[in-house]
């Protein structure tokens, strides 16, 4: 026998009884952003290396350990991307779409990280992500939390906290930097590898440690908030007033700079207690320098990104995740002259009510058999067609989930009986 062939490390399958979970996020992630006026974009998962490196940051541990890059046979230097903006940024610029100034657009899809992998991080992950470009006040980064508040909220999420925090204008966050510079520089002795590196390049990410032997001076850090320009501080506060008046709870955690160079301003991050130390859900913030540094016109923009393992993990663990594809109707055939009747009246049903689930017994089997198949499907009813049934031309009907008698219907009547059981109307499956 052949060596089983082992998938990748970091790398997941969806399974079919998983599938209905991501597929009841992805429908709720399309009503949203409808609701707000959202469109749809759909970009490649492979850029050029530079696209990444020049937007994200040398000093990124996305840049330095974590991107999976290749040479192609053109000589091409390849990168699978590890997140959605910068691509998004670079595909509104090629393709002209800034010339209207304004635009709204989401996408979802599949990111590439080479992370150690652990529950609810993976090396192939998929994300859903909101941008917005030529909108320079304080109301498109309240709609963007305002969005993903009503999306977690849809999908019936708890146990979540909004943190927020301004990372000001580049200005404003050199004379904090050079602050902070001198702060780290102090405690040099006591900062790790990673943090020593920081210090040079951008000190700022020693205050995205996650290294506990590093809280401590961490926690002692200079503020960045102290160091506001006045037009920065009065756009956090306005986003603050806009969160207060929408009645969504927020907390200002000073040390929230996020992982990505590119951020202005406004940072968020909603964050969960219910899933160990991977504990964001979605995050995004500011990036009003990123057209401009990626060639194109200076634009103002925002964007947050969700995890959608994550999400689907919280909808298990709060018990919102055991939700599956399950067929309405369950065909069984117990007789030598049933298989192609029934596949007609089967398909019969499909043309009557388009949306309602079918499912028709493949393989033979016992009359017994049959049935405990029909109930393991999830079937609310299960349509009996024996030989005896052909040849009168009816159909038996089967309540599965409840104790009611069966009853037997003429087989050319049998899709306005089962709309009647089944509650269907205007030709959809309810």
């Given at each position: 026998?052949?060596k089983?062939?082992e998938p990748?490390r970091?790398?997941?399958?969806?399974?079919?009884?998983?599938?209905?979970?991501?597929?009841?996020?992805?429908?709720?992630?399309?009503e949203?952003?409808?609701g707000?006026?959202?469109e749809e974009?759909?970009?490649?998962?492979?850029?050029q290396?530079q696209?990444?490196?020049?937007?994200?940051?040398?000093?990124?541990?996305?840049?330095e350990?974590?991107?999976?890059?290749?040479v192609?046979?053109?000589?091409?230097?390849?990168?699978l991307?590890?997140?959605?903006?910068?691509?998004?940024?670079r595909?509104?610029i090629?393709?002209?779409?800034?010339?209207?100034?304004?635009?709204?657009?989401?996408c979802?899809?599949?990111?590439?990280?080479r992370?150690?992998?652990?529950?609810?991080r993976?090396?192939q992950?998929?994300?859903?992500?909101a941008?917005?470009?030529?909108f320079?006040?304080?109301?498109?980064?309240?709609?963007?939390?305002?969005?993903?508040a009503r999306?977690l909220?849809?999908l019936?999420?708890?146990?979540?906290?909004?943190l927020?925090?301004?990372l000001?204008?580049p200005a404003?966050?050199?004379?904090y930097?050079?602050?902070l510079?001198t702060?780290?520089?102090a405690?040099?002795?006591?900062l790790?590898?990673?943090s020593?590196?920081?210090?040079v390049?951008?000190p700022?990410?020693i205050l995205?440690?996650?290294?506990p032997d590093?809280?401590r001076?961490?926690?002692?850090?200079?503020?960045?908030l102290d160091?506001l320009d006045?037009e920065s501080?009065?756009?956090f506060?306005?986003?603050?007033?806009?969160l207060?008046?929408a009645g969504i709870?927020?907390h200002?955690e000073p040390?929230l700079?996020?992982?990505l160079?590119?951020?202005?301003?406004?940072?968020?991050?909603?964050?969960t207690?219910?899933?160990?130390?991977?504990?964001t859900?979605?995050?995004?913030g500011?990036?009003?320098?990123?057209?401009e540094q990626?060639?194109?016109?200076s634009?103002p923009?925002?964007?947050w990104?969700?995890?959608q393992?994550?999400?689907?993990m919280?909808?298990e663990?709060?018990g919102?995740?055991a939700l599956r594809?399950?067929?309405?109707v369950?065909?069984?055939?117990?007789?030598?002259?049933?298989?192609i009747?029934?596949f007609?009246m089967?398909?019969?049903l499909?043309?009557a009510?388009?949306?309602?689930?079918?499912?028709?017994n493949?393989?033979?089997g016992?009359f017994?058999t049959?049935?405990?198949r029909?109930?393991?499907s999830?079937?609310l009813?299960?349509?009996v067609?024996g030989?005896d049934?052909?040849a009168?031309g009816?159909?038996?009907?089967?309540?599965?989930?409840r104790d009611?008698a069966?009853?037997e219907?003429?087989?050319?009547?049998?899709?306005?009986?089962?709309?009647?059981?089944?509650?269907?109307?205007?030709?959809?499956?309810?």
């Amino acid at each position: 026998m052949a060596k089983i062939i082992e998938p990748l490390r970091g790398v997941h399958d969806v399974l079919p009884a998983q599938a209905a979970a991501w597929q009841h996020l992805e429908r709720i992630t399309r009503e949203v952003f409808s609701g707000y006026g959202y469109e749809e974009f759909r970009v490649p998962i492979i850029e050029q290396t530079q696209l990444f490196k020049r937007s994200i940051g040398d000093f990124t541990d996305i840049v330095e350990k974590e991107m999976f890059s290749f040479v192609d046979q053109g000589d091409d230097h390849i990168t699978l991307r590890p997140e959605a903006t910068a691509g998004i940024v670079r595909a509104v610029i090629s393709n002209g779409m800034l010339r209207e100034n304004r635009l709204r657009v989401w996408c979802m899809g599949p990111m590439f990280r080479r992370e150690r992998p652990q529950a609810g991080r993976y090396r192939q992950f998929h994300q859903i992500d909101a941008e917005a470009f030529g909108f320079a006040g304080p109301d498109i980064d309240a709609e963007m939390i305002l969005l993903s508040a009503r999306l977690l909220r849809r999908l019936g999420l708890g146990r979540l906290k909004l943190l927020v925090n301004s990372l000001g204008t580049p200005a404003s966050r050199a004379a904090y930097r050079e602050r902070l510079t001198t702060y780290f520089g102090a405690h040099e002795a006591a900062l790790d590898e990673d943090s020593k590196r920081r210090l040079v390049g951008n000190p700022l990410r020693i205050l995205d440690s996650k290294n506990p032997d590093m809280q401590r001076i961490v926690a002692g850090a200079p503020l960045l908030l102290d160091f506001l320009d006045p037009e920065s501080k009065a756009h956090f506060d306005a986003l603050c007033a806009h969160l207060k008046s929408a009645g969504i709870e927020y907390h200002v955690e000073p040390h929230l700079v996020r992982g990505l160079d590119y951020y202005t301003r406004t940072v968020f991050e909603w964050t969960t207690d219910a899933l160990g130390s991977q504990s964001t859900v979605c995050a995004g913030g500011r990036y009003d320098g990123l057209v401009e540094q990626l060639g194109g016109v200076s634009t103002p923009g925002i964007g947050w990104a969700m995890g959608q393992e994550r999400i689907v993990m919280l909808l298990e663990k709060q018990g919102l995740g055991a939700l599956r594809d399950r067929p309405q109707v369950y065909v069984v055939l117990a007789g030598e002259h049933t298989e192609i009747p029934g596949f007609q009246m089967a398909e019969r049903l499909r043309d009557a009510w388009p949306g309602l689930a079918v499912q028709i017994n493949l393989g033979g089997g016992s009359f017994k058999t049959q049935f405990r198949r029909a109930d393991k499907s999830g079937a609310l009813l299960a349509v009996v067609l024996g030989d005896d049934e052909v040849a009168r031309g009816v159909v038996s009907i089967k309540d599965l989930r409840r104790d009611v008698a069966q009853e037997e219907c003429a087989i050319d009547r049998i899709s306005e009986r089962l709309g009647v059981l089944l509650g269907l109307k205007g030709g959809v499956a309810e």
